[in-house]
């Protein structure tokens, strides 16, 4: 059974349309989700989590449906949306406080093991904290409530090189043992060559591509031109897919 599974997802504003966006996460898997900034990539993670009301399509959780039995999914979920700025003059201890109510599975112990792990300190407030701090916190919280799926919006942007690596690293120990899944939006292409298992493309709210990083490589190799010898990488399938010729 799948872990995700996003079928015929529909979502029209007044200039933009999210179009039929179907695809699926196995248990240990690690998706990216690309698509330059206003593909649809935010939209279709707020969709699924029903923080924007799609207009029309299915959402399964562990073979649940989702805006069925909201509550029970969202306790098996970790989300992580931007910063948390918002509190930003709160310590982490004190937000913990207040999160921790929301969980029936809190478990102190791994909260305090990835709090150590990851070095942040509870009496810190946010304002003092760096970005991959902030992602790091965020994450620690859905670690700490047995999250199986993890879902992330931009996770590494603005972070520094070091952060980054690190943080792609921490996706790869989290799944190792295939009992959760991540599944995170991304225009840089090279987070996932490092850690990303399977990818699903979005360009204009609509899916171009979802499938196993391999097969996904392969499929856009007609992009190359004649003379070019060796894959194209994500990065140039990206660019070359998204790109507009300029006449001045």
């Given at each position: 059974m799948e872990l995700l599974e996003v079928e015929g997802l529909c979502k029209k504003y007044s200039q933009f349309t999210l179009k039929d966006v179907s695809f699926s996460i196995g248990a240990g898997e690690i998706m990216g989700l690309i698509g330059k900034n206003g593909a649809g990539k935010s939209t279709t993670l707020k969709s699924i989590l029903n923080m924007v009301r799609p207009d029309q399509g299915k959402i399964l959780m562990n073979g649940r449906e989702f805006q069925r039995f909201e509550a029970?999914?969202?306790?098996?979920?970790?989300?992580?949306?931007?910063?948390?700025?918002?509190?930003?003059?709160?310590?982490l201890?004190?937000?913990?406080?207040?999160?921790?109510?929301f969980y029936r599975?809190?478990?102190?112990?791994?909260?305090?093991?990835?709090?150590?792990?990851?070095?942040?300190?509870?009496?810190?407030?946010?304002?003092?904290?760096?970005?991959?701090?902030?992602?790091?916190?965020?994450?620690?919280?859905a670690l700490s409530h047995n999250a199986k799926l993890l879902i992330l919006d931009e996770p590494t942007s603005g972070l520094d090189p070091v952060a980054r690596d690190d943080l792609l690293e921490?996706?790869?120990?989290?799944v190792k043992n295939?009992?959760?899944?991540?599944?995170?939006?991304?225009?840089?292409?090279?987070?996932?060559?490092?850690?990303?298992?399977?990818?699903?493309?979005?360009?204009?709210?609509?899916?171009?591509k979802t499938a196993e990083k391999e097969d996904f490589i392969k499929y856009f190799q007609y992009l190359k031109r004649p003379d070019e010898t060796g894959d194209l990488n994500l990065e140039e399938i990206m660019i070359r897919t998204e790109r507009k010729t300029y006449h001045v």
């Amino acid at each position: 059974m799948e872990l995700l599974e996003v079928e015929g997802l529909c979502k029209k504003y007044s200039q933009f349309t999210l179009k039929d966006v179907s695809f699926s996460i196995g248990a240990g898997e690690i998706m990216g989700l690309i698509g330059k900034n206003g593909a649809g990539k935010s939209t279709t993670l707020k969709s699924i989590l029903n923080m924007v009301r799609p207009d029309q399509g299915k959402i399964l959780m562990n073979g649940r449906e989702f805006q069925r039995f909201e509550a029970e999914c969202k306790q098996e979920i970790g989300v992580v949306f931007g910063g948390i700025d918002f509190y930003k003059y709160k310590k982490l201890s004190d937000i913990t406080a207040v999160t921790r109510l929301f969980y029936r599975n809190w478990d102190d112990i791994a909260y305090q093991r990835y709090m150590q792990m990851f070095e942040l300190d509870p009496k810190k407030r946010v304002n003092q904290l760096s970005s991959g701090m902030k992602v790091k916190y965020l994450i620690t919280i859905a670690l700490s409530h047995n999250a199986k799926l993890l879902i992330l919006d931009e996770p590494t942007s603005g972070l520094d090189p070091v952060a980054r690596d690190d943080l792609l690293e921490l996706f790869l120990q989290l799944v190792k043992n295939g009992s959760r899944s991540i599944l995170f939006s991304t225009h840089i292409t090279s987070d996932l060559d490092k850690c990303a298992s399977s990818i699903t493309y979005i360009k204009n709210g609509e899916i171009l591509k979802t499938a196993e990083k391999e097969d996904f490589i392969k499929y856009f190799q007609y992009l190359k031109r004649p003379d070019e010898t060796g894959d194209l990488n994500l990065e140039e399938i990206m660019i070359r897919t998204e790109r507009k010729t300029y006449h001045v």
